[in-house]
Nanobody
Framework: QVQLVESGGGLVQAGGSLRLSCAAS????????MGWFRQAPGKEREFVAV????????DYADSVKGRFTISRDNAKNMVYLQMNSLKPEDTAVYYC??????????????WGKGTLVTVSS
């Protein structure tokens, strides 16, 4: 059974940084693309970033480009989201997701339960 467990959320002031982590288990981690999504209060869940199976390809939402960096460690079954220059509008529950295949062209297969990030102004 696949499990995705996020950690690293919390309260931070605008301009600050946080690093989210996602620990994956249950199947061969390096075979799958991994992504981060977020859902702000009263809004739909939205794409944040994705990284392919090897870490050699990444993509970001325009709203976070240049501020957020996604990375993965296949030896540790971990994916990370480094978030810098945080803004109040980044406040959301952040979800880790595992795709059905090696790239983001594959649909999402599994979701974590999320970790809350709150950015104060």
């Amino acid at each position: 059974q696949v499990q995705l467990v996020e950690s690293g959320g919390g309260l931070v002031q605008a301009g600050g940084s946080l690093r989210l982590s996602c620990a994956a288990s249950g199947r061969t981690f390096s075979n799958y693309a991994m992504g981060w999504f977020r859902q702000a209060p009263g809004k739909e869940r939205e794409f944040v970033a994705v990284i392919n199976w090897s870490g050699g390809g990444t993509d970001y939402a325009d709203s976070v480009k240049g501020r957020f960096t996604i990375s993965r460690d296949n030896a540790k079954n971990m994916v990370y989201l480094q978030m810098n220059s945080l803004k109040p509008e980044d406040t959301a529950v952040y979800y880790c997701a595992q795709h059905r295949g090696r790239t983001s062209s594959a649909n999402i297969a599994y979701w974590g339960k999320g970790t809350l990030v709150t950015v104060s102004s």
